[in-house]
T-cell receptor
Framework: DTGVSQDPRHKITKRGQNVTFRCDPISEHNRLYWYRQTLGQGPEFLTYFQNEAQLEKSRLLSDRFSAERPKGSFSTLEIQRTEQGDSAMYLCASSLVRQATYEQYFGPGTRLTVT | GENVEQHPSTLSVQEGDSAVIKCTYS??????FPWYKQELGKRPQLIID?????GEKKDQRIAVTLNKTAKHFSLHITETQPEDSAVYFC???????????FGGGTRLMVKP
């Protein structure tokens, strides 16, 4: 499968615990995006990277959220001290900005449940 | 920031009929408008997109129209089929490759 992959696909955690999600973009895609999707809503932008540089992080929901893309390939999204309101689907997407279409390809998502 | 509103939230049509979904956006600087289809439990997939220098774009049974003056754009699906049943999201962005602001989604149900 050469598409965007995310791991884990499901995560159940207790309130107060830290969680980390991983996203592997399509090979050679230079932009990587994180979105959050709650039930019945459209995806909500969180942050994105151009290679290893984080271009926008003001939309991260709180200072408990952080993301990295240390070598410009895979990315991680960490949520510290999880709260029940963090329960959602976390989607990753990637794109190749050099191409004319710039399409964002989405991964299957990580579903987080905070109990 | 950008705000995208989408209507209707649910749409039920008979197989073979047409379906129209409408979106409005707030930021006149937005120039890229993609539409995504999300089937139950699956990832969003791009079905068509349009840039602000184009008023209409077609791809087989799917078409998108854009009115920049009124800041609204629409998705048109003709000859609907049961496999078109899904949630459709519109989005807006300053340019392709930038962050997307999504509408709330439209659940389309095509009855055979």
């Amino acid at each position: 499968d050469t598409g965007v992959s995310q791991d884990p696909r499901h995560k159940i955690t207790k309130r107060g615990q830290n969680v980390t999600f991983r996203c592997d973009p399509i090979s050679e895609h230079n932009r990587l995006y994180w979105y959050r999707q709650t039930l019945g809503q459209g995806p909500e932008f969180l942050t994105y990277f151009q290679n290893e540089a984080q271009l926008e992080k003001s939309r991260l929901l709180s200072d408990r959220f952080s993301a990295e893309r240390p070598k410009g390939s895979f990315s991680t999204l960490e949520i510290q001290r999880t709260e029940q309101g963090d329960s959602a689907m976390y989607l990753c997407a990637s794109s190749l900005v050099r191409q004319a279409t710039y399409e964002q390809y989405f991964g299957p998502g990580t579903r987080l449940t905070v109990t | 920031g950008e705000n995208v509103e989408q209507h209707p939230s649910t749409l039920s049509v008979q197989e073979g009929d047409s379906a129209v979904i409408k979106c409005t956006y707030s930021d006149s600087a937005s120039n890229y408008f993609p539409w995504y289809k999300q089937e139950l439990g699956k990832r969003p997939q791009l079905i068509i997109d349009i840039r602000s220098n184009v008023g209409e774009k077609k791809d087989q049974r799917i078409a998108v129209t854009l009115n920049k003056t009124a800041k609204h754009f629409s998705l048109h699906i003709t000859e609907t089929q049961p496999e078109d049943s899904a949630v459709y999201f519109c989005a807006a962005s300053l340019d392709a490759g930038n962050m997307l602001t999504f509408g709330g989604g439209t659940r389309l149900m095509v009855k055979p």
